[in-house]
């Protein structure tokens, strides 16, 4: 586990399951309290040594991907990767 966070102001759980250098995330929505239905994908994200450059790569391919913010997780910015990637919501995440 990479990152176990509870933030009221976001609504949600986030953990981060590190398998090399993929990382699956796993949300709960705080509203929805304990649940007996089926759990599902949130997204996946990706660590990145430069993210300006990783994200400049990957404008110069051809995906649409967010300008770079802050992360949730203290001393990492993000961005999101928009396109190509067969629905599933993706995240680079670099160190500040």
């Known amino acids: 586990m990479a990152l176990d966070r509870t933030n009221p102001a976001?609504?949600?759980?986030?953990?981060?399951?590190?398998?090399?250098?993929?990382?699956?995330?796993?949300?709960?929505?705080?509203?929805?309290?304990?649940?007996?239905?089926?759990?599902?994908?949130?997204?996946?994200?990706?660590?990145?040594?430069?993210?300006?450059?990783?994200?400049?790569r990957l404008i110069g391919a051809g995906l649409d991907v967010s300008e770079i913010r802050t992360g949730r997780k203290p001393g990492t910015d993000v961005f999101t990767v928009r396109s190509g990637t067969m629905g599933v919501p993706t995240l680079v995440i670099g160190r500040t």
């Open 10 to 56: 976001w609504g949600s759980r986030l953990m981060f399951f590190r398998a090399g250098d993929m990382i699956v995330e796993v949300m709960h929505a705080l509203k929805d309290g304990a649940g007996d239905g089926p759990d599902r994908l949130w997204g996946l994200s990706w660590r990145a040594a430069d993210l300006a450059a990783a994200r400049t």
